[in-house]
């Protein structure tokens, strides 16, 4: 299974994701280096990398970078998988908030 999921989150569609969503829903990226990553100073964040198991985020911190690692609560299974957790880990989020 651990064979799949790395195949599924290979570097280009991390990449790919990682551009979209930095392009796109920057803001759903600091609540997620916010609530999940605890950097409830961050001022800004980017995903740097996503598999199957998290994502990698860099966030600035009282204008310090830092690195977080944000675990998803399963095993994604594809792309698809990704952007289900992804949508509902920001709407959660921004509930809590």
Do not use: W
Not at 33 to 42: F, N, R, S
């Amino acid at each position: 299974m651990s064979e799949v999921s790395s195949e599924v989150f290979s570097k280009t569609v991390s990449d790919r994701i990682c551009k979209h969503m930095n392009d796109d829903h920057a803001s759903a990226i600091l609540v997620y280096a916010k609530v999940y990553g605890q950097a409830t100073e961050a001022t800004g964040a980017e995903m740097l990398a996503i598999d199957a198991t998290g994502m990698d985020l860099n966030a600035q911190v009282n204008g310090e970078p830092v690195s977080l690692r944000i675990p998803f609560d399963h095993v994604l299974k594809d792309a698809e998988d990704a952007h289900h957790t992804l949508v509902d880990m920001a709407k959660q989020a921004r509930s809590k908030g």
